[in-house]
């Protein structure tokens, strides 16, 4: 098989010499650190007074794990290691509670993000010659940015399309001869479920490859695509705290995704103690960004359950490969590649007078796509008998849900008292979504 | 003015039932019903001979209830006099939101329940009485 290198030598560079550049970046990164409110207190308090308190790699346990609500806590600026002036791009997502969570980037960050990405486009065997169209939400969302501006590097022919519109997307694959997607896996096998309609089928199509991302999903399922269509389809990782897309990616040998180890630190640690784990065993992906000033990140808990193996690739890169994420830690949901708390609907219903505090979120599948179904009760007091009043709370709540978790939400009217009544928010979600 | 009850009810089997069910209970006779189906839940529209009672019960048994005035009138069962009853009503601007009726063939007289829209507050006995209909309260409901 051919192998292609975007940087032969950072890609295939010694175990040694990699674990030293780890070293020189963090120092680096501990030092921006240091110039953040949140840093500053919280390395002072772990007895580091500056980046030489950290000798070794294996001093890196001296820093405290950070966790999503510390992004939270510090919102907006308390992360922040350099002046506003220097920052060129933000990204952020809703937060759990409402309150969001941003990421800074200085121009620096962005070509080392950017750097990655092309590294890990290539690793898949695309070059120049293939047209991309990115199918993946541009915005605050990492996911269309990131790649989009990764794969312009490699100097592919970039469409930047966005999410939605299936058959506009069908029909741009074909104007173009799109050779290479990046997509989620539901709406790629969505999309192949509805060619027909659109008088297409897979020989109008020209495409070779598809970078599978943002949700989860089986082997089988890749392979299930890679024969529908007739492709090669690569699994990626990756996440806004640490930038976004690009953390990990698989390579032609498509034996799980690389780390790319100069840019972050992986640990696996058992999530109930903190311990670290060994290689091979499954544990939470704890990851420090090791390429980003603007705003310092290290020791990132990040609710993802997989594994690290060790053992050399055939493809000769010396970064170690992350399995398949196999399952959260936390009630995190994804829809259609979004990422929802329950927390978040929570809140919405009980901003609703109209309806009661009692909910239940209900996860199906229509055709291959997600559906969230959001069962409230309606509150007797609050009841006029009006047919129009109800369709109209059913288009409120709709509403308000679209704003805070961008997702179209079916809504059902229940009556008082009708919908089980749960002690944890955990069991409020019934998910009746077969594993892709 | 005669008082409908509008009651919220899950589309699923024995929803109906449980209403009806505890209604005969407390010795509670239903006139007229209707239904409007919205998919998971529909709303039950409905005329009983003691609404303010019947909105108690099933307050206590923990549905959602909501009483409205909606117009009665009765006619003689006859070709055309719901032709009449409408246009003097559309005469004089009122709207119909929703209607429902019976016919007593012993009486050979009509009965019609009309949710109403009245944007200029006309007086509604004025308006149809003039055209032999007449307009029943809760209690000459009862007594028919």
């Known amino acids: ?82 002046d506003m002036a220097e920052v060129v791009r933000i990204h952020s997502s809703s937060g759990t509670t409402g309150i969001p969570t941003v990421i800074y980037y200085t121009q620096q ?39 989009h501006y990764g794969a312009e590097r490699v100097g592919m022919t970039v ?23 990046h997509i989620t896996p539901s709406y790629l096998l969505h999309i192949h479920s509805v060619l027909g309609e659109y008088d297409t089928t897979r020989d109008d199509l020209h495409l070779k490859k598809a970078f599978l991302g943002a949700e989860p999903y089986s082997e089988n399922t890749r392979i299930k695509l890679e024969e529908l269509y007739g492709i090669d389809a690569y699994n990626s990782y990756g996440l806004s705290e640490m930038n976004g897309p690009g953390v990990a990616f698989e390579c032609v040998y498509k034996e799980d995704m690389h780390v790319w180890e100069d840019a972050y630190i992986i640990e696996i640690i058992d999530p109930e103690t903190g311990e670290l784990l060994p290689d091979g065993e499954t544990g939470e992906v704890v990851l420090t960004n090791l390429i980003r000033s603007a705003l310092p990140l290290m020791r990132y808990r990040t609710r993802d359950l997989a594994y690290v193996h060790p053992e050399p690739c055939k493809c000769g ?38 309806v009661g505090t009692n909910y239940q979120i209900r996860l199906t599948k229509s055709g291959s796509l997600d559906k969230l179904t959001v069962q409230v009760e309606i509150y007797s007091k609050m009841f006029t008998g009006d047919l129009s009043a109800l369709d109209a709370l059913k ?14 939400a079916h809504i059902e009217l229940h009556e008082p008292g009708a919908l089980p009544i749960f002690e944890g928010k955990a069991k409020r979600v019934v998910d009746e979504r077969e594993k892709l | 003015m005669a008082h409908q ?59 959602a209830c909501a009483m409205k005035e909606v117009l009665a009138v009765s006619a003689a069962d006859a070709p055309g006099n719901l032709a009449k009853l409408t246009t003097s009503l559309a005469e004089k601007n009122v709207n119909i939101k929703d209607a429902y009726g019976f016919v007593s063939p012993t009486e050979r007289k009509g009965i019609c ?32």
């Not at chain 1, 030293?20 to 390395?43: D, G, M, N, S």
């Not at chain 1, 950017?114 to 991309?132: E, K, M, P, Y």
């Not at chain 2, 009309?114 to 409901?141: K, S």
């Open chain 1, 1 to 82: 098989m051919e192998v292609n290198y975007w940087n032969t030598g950072i890609e295939t560079l010694e175990r040694p010499a990699l674990e030293q550049l780890q070293l020189e970046r963090l120092h680096h990164i501990v030092e921006q650190a240091f110039k953040t409110p949140f840093y500053q207190k919280r390395l002072t308090r772990a007895g580091i007074k500056s980046p030489d308190d950290l000798q070794t790699l294996a001093d890196l346990c001296k820093i405290p794990f950070a966790v999503k609500d510390d992004l939270r806590q510090s919102f907006p600026t308390g992360l922040l290691s350099v």
């Open chain 1, 109 to 147: 960050d962005l070509d080392n993000w950017t750097d990655i990405l092309a590294r890990s486009i290539v690793a898949t065997g695309c070059t120049s010659r293939d047209v991309f169209q990115n199918m993946m939400s541009y915005g605050l969302f990492t996911g269309g940015l990131g790649l």
């Open chain 1, 159 to 181: 469409i930047p399309i966005g999410g939605g519109n299936t058959r506009r997307q069908i029909q741009v694959m074909k104007d173009f001869k799109t050779t290479a997607l």
């Open chain 1, 317 to 354: 890169r010396t970064h170690r490969r992350l399995s398949r994420i196999q399952g959260r830690t936390d009630d995190m949901l994804i829809v259609n590649g979004v990422n929802v708390f329950p927390s978040q609907i929570e809140e919405v219903i009980m901003a609703v007078p109209e």
């Open chain 1, 395 to 408: 288009g409120k709540i709709k509403d308000k849900l679209r704003a805070s978790i961008t997702i179209n």
């Open chain 2, 5 to 63: 009850l509008t009651i919220f009810l899950e589309n699923r089997p024995g929803r109906i039932q449980s209403i009806s069910k505890v209604l005969v209970e407390n010795n509670m006779n239903i006139w007229a019903f209707t239904i409007q189906d919205r998919g998971e839940f529909g709303l039950i529209k409905m005329i009983v001979d003691k609404p303010k009672q019947a909105q108690l019960v099933l307050a206590d048994l923990g549905v």
């Open chain 2, 113 to 144: 329940f009309l949710e109403f829209e009245n944007p200029d507050g006309v007086d509604l006995e004025e308006t149809i009485a003039g055209h032999g209909f007449m307009i029943l309260g809760d209690e000459q409901l009862y007594e028919l």
